[in-house]
């Protein structure tokens, strides 16, 4: 328990740092901007007409007010539990127009408590948060929470790292004789085979959603491949670009879109 909650002090901490250093850019979550922005653009398929949406663990709020265009009609609030962040964020909406203003807002809140109401949101949206849970009880915790948020028939937009997605993409740079890509020190990957087993009682699996798969197979196998292992990939190359454009083949990425809907209490 001690440990667990060391550990996310010094994740929460990466956070801030990294807030300070990417001051009100997208790649404040991670440094692939292709990602992101095939991330955003399947997700923006998704978003419903009918608010409000939650954006859990929103970063400086960047995709949070991508969502608020995509969206015009609903109100969309975006909470995550570093301060910093959250003061991006604010910055971020002063500087937009006041429409966004009257409907999009920020607060500090953490997905362990969320200080929400019961049954509120008709939407939330969780991008790359949950992975930075350093357990599954804690990461089931937080996956309560949304069922705890959401309306009855909400949509649950859950965009994460997947275990299984990894160790098929490091299976795949195995056979072209790249070693592992390991997890991030702060992360843990979700595993299929628990999470939608631990849902079903109150979710259902509408879709899953393997939208890296293909630019994974570019920009972390054939990219690394052809410049040679020693060499330290590029995230804006010109493959990556070009892989960002071919439709999706197989289970090889890390990142997935999960949507489930809330079936039950
Ligand atoms: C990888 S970033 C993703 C940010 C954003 N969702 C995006 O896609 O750009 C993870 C975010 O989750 C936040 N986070 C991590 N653990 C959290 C927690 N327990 N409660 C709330 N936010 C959390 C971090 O501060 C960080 O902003």
Redesign the pocket.
């Known amino acids: 328990m001690k440990e667990a909650a060391q550990q ?1 002090g010094k ?2 901490e990466y ?2 740092e ?2 300070k250093n990417f001051h009100g850019q ?1 790649i ?3 440094p692939d901007q292709l990602l ?1 922005n095939l ?2 653009q399947v997700l923006r398929k998704y978003l419903t007409r009918r608010g409000p949406l939650l ?6 709020g ?3 007010l991508e969502f608020a265009k995509t969206r015009p009609s609903i109100s969309v609030r975006g ?4 301060e910093s ?1 959250i003061q991006d964020a604010k910055e971020l909406l002063a500087k937009s127009p006041r429409q966004f203003q009257k409907r999009v807002s920020f607060g500090i ?4 408590g969320l200080k929400e109401k019961k049954s509120h949101y008709d939407q939330v ?9 350093p357990s599954w009880e ?1 990461q089931q915790k ?1 996956l309560q929470e949304f069922i705890r948020v959401l309306k009855p028939q909400g949509t649950l937009l859950l ?1 994460e790292a997947s275990a299984q997605g990894w160790r098929n993409m490091n299976r795949l740079r195995k056979e072209f004789g790249l070693n592992e890509i390991p997890q991030p020190w702060h992360n843990l990957y979700l595993d299929e085979e628990k999470l939608f087993p631990t849902l079903k009682p109150w979710m259902k699996l509408v879709e899953n959603i393997n939208f890296s798969s293909t630019y994974y197979i570019g920009s972390r196998v054939l990219q690394p491949f052809i410049i040679g292992k020693d060499k330290e990939p590029c995230f804006d190359s010109e493959i990556n670009k070009l892989f960002t454009l071919f439709p999706n083949v197989g289970d090889y990425g890390t990142q997935k879109l999960y949507v489930f809907r809330k079936e039950s209490s």
């Open positions: 996310i994740i929460k956070y801030e990294r807030s997208a404040v979550s991670m992101i991330e955003n954006d859990v663990g929103c970063a400086n960047y995709s949070t909470v995550d539990y570093s962040m809140g953490d997905v362990l949206v969780s991008k790359r948060c949950i992975i930075n849970l804690l937080a965009s």
